[in-house]
Structures are given as C-alpha cells and as structure tokens.
C-alpha cells in the first residue's frame, strides 16, 4: 500500500506542535537550515507541483523569488478554497496545521524570505483558528530562530483572512487583499515574483503544496517521486463529491485512474446509477464522460482530454441528472463570483446566466443556442484573471458533448 503523506490518521494532530514535532515534524526545516541552497534543488528533483490548479512548476517559482534583490522577500499560502466540490485545503488547515507553517518555512529558508502571510478564507472558521493557535506556537519555538540565523533576517508569520469571496483566491486579489484593498486582479506583469505585497517579490503557494514540503525535505526527492503512478509523481488530495456512495476526501498516488476514484475508493455510483460525466477541478473545466474513465488523474493526462486536473475536485453527475442544471448552477455561481472590475465577464457571466436559466425553465428561445456559443466565442481572454475563461469551458464542453439535453429543453417548451 502506498504510504499516506498528508492525511495519515497520525498525523492529524491539530494545533499541537508538540506533537507534531514527535512524530517527525520539523525535520524537513532542519534539512532545509543545515542546507538552504539545497532546498530548491531538492524540489525541482522531486517533481512538485502547485496544488491550487495551475500545476506550475513550485521549485521554478522559488527560483524566480530567490533571484530578487532586495530587504523584503514574501511567501503567501493561499487557502482562500471557495469553488465548488473544492474542499482539500481546509482539511488541511483544520487538522495537520503545522505542516503548513513548516512548508512555508521551508520556502522562506530556500527563496530568502523574510514574510510569511497565511491567508486563509474566514467562513472555514475551524481551520483558521487551527492556524493561528499554531502560528502562535512557532513564534516562540527555537526551530524559527535556526530559520532566522539561516537567512539572515527576522521572519514575520502572519494569518490574514480573506475576503472570502471565490475572486479573492487569484493570486493579484490575494496580494490586493493582504494590502488592505479590495480583491480585485490586478494586469500582469509585473508578476508577483518582480513585484506583489507591498511592492516585495512574492510567490503565492496553495495550503496542499505547502503541506507536501516538510515530507519531501524530509525524506527525499526519490521518495516522493515514487509515490506516483506512471510518470505521475507524489500523492494528491481529490475532494470527491456528487452521485457517488462514498464522497469525501481521498489521499491517492498522484496519477490513480478516475475510475479507481470513483468505483474503488467512492464505492460507486448511488444504487441504481449511472456513471454520465464529472466536473474536474471544480466545476471550470473540459467535463469527462464515460470514454475517459480510464484516464490518469494527473496534471499531464488530464489535460490530453483537454481538460485540467485543477485543484483534484470530482463532482460526478449520474445519468438522469440534468447537465443543464448543473451547468445553471455553477454559472449563477460565476456571474455571483465576477468582481465587476471587466465588464466583458461581469455581463457575460450574467448573460449566460440568464440565458441558461431560461433554458433550463422550458422558456428558451430558438436562437438561446447560438447566443451561448457567440458568448463562447467572443468572451475568453476578456479578463484580468481566468474567471471568464473557466465560465466559457464548461458551457462550451456541455454544449459540445451533451447538445442532445439543451435541443431537448428546447423542444419541451413546444
């Protein structure tokens, strides 16, 4: 059995450092002290990806923030997590908080860091209690002044919510948020790495990726990679949720196949259920049906379905469920979700809405189709963040892959 990395029962020890430091915690900290130079290198070898759903590569980040110049270097952990069927990161938060005050020492060791800001979305009050209690333990504990002597300078940690709002999770609305401003994004570049909180080169890392660090410090590059199946490397966290027997949050070798995820560990689907599409990452992406059930839930594999792997979010729908609904549901989400800085996506989220409400209540017109894939065609890039773009794919995917349903809502209203 492949050994768990983040959600083993024992390590589950809440806000008590103590403990956490009996079973192993710290020693990926210490690694990184009696080797600050070799941090990076170690996560580069190791394969580690961002887990918030962008995949990018966590070492080629560091790289970026350890090549600024200047007094005033910052590490973010983004635990905003407020999409739909995403719910990793407050497990996390809740439950094993000293990994991610390690992980994140761990980055301020490696990049030279001198600021840790953990922001953290208020409505999960339990784990952000969690984070301050053990915020409040490593400021007073010796392994935070070894960190300090390795760069140099003095760390400040820092737990700062949110404004818990779905927009406030992209990383320019995260630097406006900490800044005391409203969450809206901001143009790019200059990159958060060239200029972010205040100015300071920051890289914003997810609760999960943070979470991995103290693991992988710890014992090795090599070990990590081998938690993976086929090219995958490590484990990840899959929030799974919808039609299935047994939702909820599985810790599995990254690449496991959706099936696997779904018909193994979730038992499958409810009785008398069929298994009919799954919204990946959330519900911003490319929907899978039945012909992909074999594909490997990694970043790489999934996007060969040109879908994305996201944040690990399943929201499987059965057949009998109507996509269309589905599809009603996570757009009213979006066009709620819009900050109004663009207004392409505020009021073409809201058009969409509207249009596919009427859809979906038997009122819709013969031309709704076409209207929809205009909007589909005219809308993406018409942001300052992805929020548009993920509003456009999904509609765009369901239109494509089950056109059947909506001409049906059509032809109901005769």
Request: net charge neutral; with cysteine.
């Amino acid at each position: 059995m492949t050994p768990k990395v983040l959600l083993d029962p024992a390590i589950q020890i809440g806000a008590d450092l103590a403990k956490w430091l009996e079973i192993g915690g710290g020693q990926g900290l210490r690694a990184a002290i009696s080797d600050p130079a070799g941090a990076i290198p170690t996560v580069a070898e190791a394969g580690l990806r961002g887990m918030g759903g962008a995949g990018f590569p966590t070492a080629r980040k560091w790289e970026m923030l350890a090549a600024q110049e200047g007094a005033d270097k910052v590490i973010v952990c983004n635990g905003n997590e407020d999409e739909p069927g995403t719910f990793k990161d407050r497990h996390l938060l809740e439950h094993t908080p000293h990994a991610v005050v390690e992980g994140g020492l761990i980055a301020a060791v490696a990049t030279g860091a001198n600021q840790i800001y953990f922001y953290i979305n208020p409505h999960h009050t339990k784990g952000l209690a969690a984070m301050r209690r053990a915020v409040e333990q490593w400021l007073v504990h010796d392994l935070l002044q070894s960190a300090q002597a390795a760069i140099g300078k003095s760390i400040r940690l820092s737990v700062v919510e949110s404004s818990g709002l779905y927009i406030g999770g992209e990383e320019t609305a995260v630097i406006s948020t900490i800044e005391g401003g409203f969450p809206f994004p901001r143009k790019k570049p200059p990159f958060p790495a060239q200029s972010g909180v205040f100015g300071a080169p920051t890289v914003i890392n997810n609760v999960e990726t943070l979470a991995n660090l103290p693991h992988i410090l710890r014992r090795g590059a090599a070990w990590y990679r081998g938690l993976g199946l086929g090219e995958a490397v490590g484990t990840k966290l899959y929030s799974l949720s919808g039609d299935v027997l047994r939702p909820g949050l599985y810790e599995l070798p990254m690449g496991t196949s959706l099936h696997d995820l779904v018909f193994v560990h979730g038992g499958g689907m409810l009785s008398g259920k069929e298994f009919k599409a799954v919204f990946t990452g959330g519900p911003s992406n490319t929907l899978l049906t039945k012909k992909d059930l074999d594909v490997a839930l990694d970043f790489d594999s999934v996007r060969a379905r040109n879908s994305r792997l996201g944040t690990g979010a399943m929201i499987v729908i059965s057949e009998g469920t109507s996509i269309v609904r589905k599809i009603v549901e996570y757009m009213e989400f979006f066009a709620n979700g819009s900050c109004g800085q663009c207004p392409p996506c505020k009021s073409g989220t809201y058009q969409m809405s509207r249009i596919l409400g009427r859809i979906d209540a038997g009122d819709g017109a013969e031309g709704d189709l076409a209207a929809l894939e205009n909007l589909c065609r005219i809308l993406p890039g018409c942001g300052r963040c992805a929020l548009i773009d993920g509003a456009v794919t999904v509609v765009e995917s369901s239109l494509s892959t089950f056109r059947g349903e909506y001409i049906s809502q059509l032809r109901s209203r005769d």
